[in-house]
Nanobody, 116 residues
Framework: VQLVESGGGLVQPGGSLRLSCAAS????????MSWYRQAPGKERELVAG????????HYGDSVKGRFTISRDNAKNTVYLQMNSLKPEDTAVYYC??????????WGQGTQVTVSS
């Protein structure tokens, strides 16, 4: 089983990034997916989640209106489109897979740094 995040990097405030998480080794379409992030010295927090079919999403209050989660079950991939990025969005972003409300798998994370 693998969850491999990509797309992180350094971006200026106000910029955009698109994160991807490629899944393998399990039936991707049977799992809800979520993005979490963790900044230095802070607890890990929920960024966004999406249900198995992609028809329902939810977001953390700090990213509502700026970030969009989506998935492509044919490609076994979940995405996080991040717009209007702020310095406080700087964190390691993690992809996770959930089955019946319980955490099943966790990715290794990708660094996002928002700085001028």
């Amino acid at each position: 089983v693998q969850l491999v995040e990509s797309g992180g990097g350094l971006v200026q405030p106000g910029g955009s990034l698109r994160l991807s998480c490629a899944a393998s080794g399990f039936t991707f379409s049977s799992y809800a997916m979520s993005w979490y992030r963790q900044a230095p010295g802070k607890e890990r927090e929920l960024v966004a989640g999406i249900n198995e079919a992609g028809g329902a999403t939810h977001y953390g209050d700090s990213v509502k209106g700026r970030f969009t989660i989506s998935r492509d079950n044919a490609k076994n991939t979940v995405y996080l489109q991040m717009n209007s990025l702020k310095p406080e969005d700087t964190a390691v972003y993690y992809c996770s897979a959930w089955r019946f409300g319980s955490l099943a798998y966790w990715g290794q994370g990708t660094q996002v740094t928002v700085s001028s």
